[in-house]
């Protein structure tokens, strides 16, 4: 138990350490505090995009996800997630540009600056805020998961406690001391879910022998639908386009955009994001499926829980919290930048909203900070939802606000009741999907929802203002096409239903998505080398 304390008491105060050091004073600019002065550069970038979208969903989610389900679930993130870096050009450097012209600070100003309409600015930042509450709730959910597992702390303690620390550094330093931590916490949490794997794997044989234990067993996990029947091909194509559609609007990731030094900063984040999502995926997917060698017959938001039960069985006091550290370092590197953004929100777009006069300096953000934080710890410790399904929840409502997003940037003279019309149809939709009185039509909800929201969109525009459609030049025009045709190819519904060869213990369907996120890779590179940066 004294190892176990020594272990997560200096991973803690390293943080709090990273957070001193590079601390922003409570007189900063709005952009030095929120933004890092607009300065971080390409490998910092990298780290804290990666860092902040790789969340407790991630590790505690993806590893039960991969228990319940198998690699049925490794290419709809590894692959899906890595494949929305397409945005991150797309929008990214749009945002970016604009929030150097304009010194934008939030996502609600650049929708007021687009579209001239303080009304649906409020409406858009309202959605934001509602919608990752839910998200920041799955931090602090895993976090007790950790810590009950570690030291049988009650799940109030453990949330409680994760939720203090994380506060502690996100308040005292800003967006240089969250960006900073999330790179050390990204570092730590890829280099320590490398040593789990081989812990686990080490454990039971070697990589193949575990792998030819878990088909001999479970064959099931190793073809789609998997064991359950969940991932059929409507079901697959809706994961793979919701990330696209519902990541870039995560406001912790929107507001890394204003943050970038350069263009080429934005350029760099998007070439390596496909390699490193599908590292980061896969393994915690791994893990989940051969924690059904040890744990059998768990269920539901019992099975979210495996990492913390095979490392308590399979490593040493010392070992197994340096590796449960990388679940902290995942959740936390996310939470503290959605408070971070959800602050600058709140002290930029709510408060003069809702008081008629702008906030001093960053002292309402901080407070605001706290008063998110307990709302995240409420929702954590009320939940008994899977951390899959309490995402879901968020990824959908975040994913509506995508259309008035892209074509504000995109059309000539976007129309405020475009905006606002898609929006408030699309998270109608959501509550009526929520309260099951609708069809999904074998898809998830988020499709429906997306189609209703984008057309209600087209239409009002055409209507309000006429139509006047995105043009890009016959290069652009071709990679588009060419990163369709990647996705397209995506759908290999030949493949359902069969295992098929193997190599290195995994089948070669899943192999054929580490090949399409390096074709898309490829594609990058010529995409941006076709664009000068």
Not at 57 to 78: E, H, K
Not at 115 to 130: D, I, N, P, T
Not at 224 to 247: E, I, K, Q
């Amino acid at each position: 138990m004294l190892i176990k304390a020594l272990v997560l008491a200096i991973y803690f105060v390293v943080l709090l350490l990273l957070g001193f050091l590079a601390k922003s004073r409570l007189q900063d600019s709005p952009s030095q505090y929120f933004l890092a002065g607009r300065g971080l550069s390409s490998f910092v970038l990298i780290g804290t995009m990666a860092a902040t979208n790789f969340s407790a969903f991630t590790v505690f989610g993806a590893s039960g996800a991969g228990y319940r389900d198998g690699l049925a679930f490794f290419p709809i993130m590894a692959f899906g997630t890595g494949f929305m870096a397409l945005t991150f050009w797309l929008l990214g450097r749009r945002i970016w540009q604009m929030g150097r012209r304009h010194e934008l600070v939030t996502p609600a100003e650049l929708v007021g600056r687009l579209y001239g309409s303080r009304a649906l600015a409020a409406l858009f930042v309202l959605v934001m805020v509602v919608f990752t509450v839910p998200y920041l709730a799955l931090q602090p959910l895993a976090g007790a998961k950790v810590l009950g597992q570690l030291f049988g702390l009650p799940p109030w303690a453990g949330a409680g406690l994760v939720t203090l620390i994380i506060a502690a550094y996100t308040l005292r330093g800003g967006m240089k001391a969250v960006a900073w931590t999330d790179v050390f916490q990204g570092l730590l949490m890829l280099a320590l879910m490398l040593l789990a794997l081989g812990l686990v794997a080490a454990h039971l044989g070697g990589w193949q022998a575990a792998f030819g234990q878990a088909l001999a067993s479970n064959p099931e996990l190793f073809s789609r639908p998997g064991p359950r029947g969940v991932y059929t091909p409507a079901v697959w194509f809706s994961f793979l386009a919701l990330w696209f559609f519902c990541d870039p609007m995560f406001p912790q990731l929107f507001q890394r955009f204003y943050s970038a030094r350069s263009e080429r900063a934005l350029g760099r984040t998007m070439l390596w994001y496909p390699a490193i999502c599908t590292v980061v995926f896969a393994l915690p997917v791994a893990m989940g499926l051969l924690g059904r060698l040890y744990f059998p017959g768990l269920s539901g938001p019992a099975a979210d829980n495996i990492l913390p039960l095979l490392m308590t069985r399979v490593a040493g006091d010392f070992m197994g919290s340096l590796v449960l550290a990388a679940g902290l370092a995942a959740l936390m590197s996310t939470m503290d930048s959605q408070l971070l953004t959800l602050a600058s929100i709140f002290s930029r777009d709510l408060f003069p909203l809702l008081s008629g006069r702008q906030a001093n300096g960053g002292l309402v953000g901080r407070v605001f900070v706290l008063c998110l934080a307990l709302a995240g710890l409420v929702v954590a410790l009320w939940s008994d939802a899977t951390i899959l399904q309490l995402g879901l929840s968020a990824f959908t409502g975040l994913a509506v606000l995508f259309p008035t997003v892209f074509f504000g940037l995109y059309l000539t003279r976007p129309r405020p009741a475009a905006g606002l019309a898609s929006i408030l149809a699309g998270e109608a939709l959501v509550v009526a999907y929520h309260l099951k009185l609708l069809p999904t039509f074998g898809f998830l909800p988020a499709m429906p929802v997306m189609a209703a929201s984008t057309l209600i969109y087209l239409l009002v525009q055409a209507l309000a203002g006429g139509l006047s459609l995105p043009r890009f030049s016959g290069r652009g025009l071709l990679g588009l096409l060419a990163f369709g045709a990647v996705f397209a190819a995506a759908q290999d519904y030949w493949s359902w239903g069969r295992v098929g060869e193997l190599a290195w213990g995994w089948p070669l369907w899943a192999w054929y998505f580490v090949a399409l996120s390096g074709a898309q890779t490829l594609l990058t590179i010529w995409w941006l080398r076709t664009e000068r940066v």
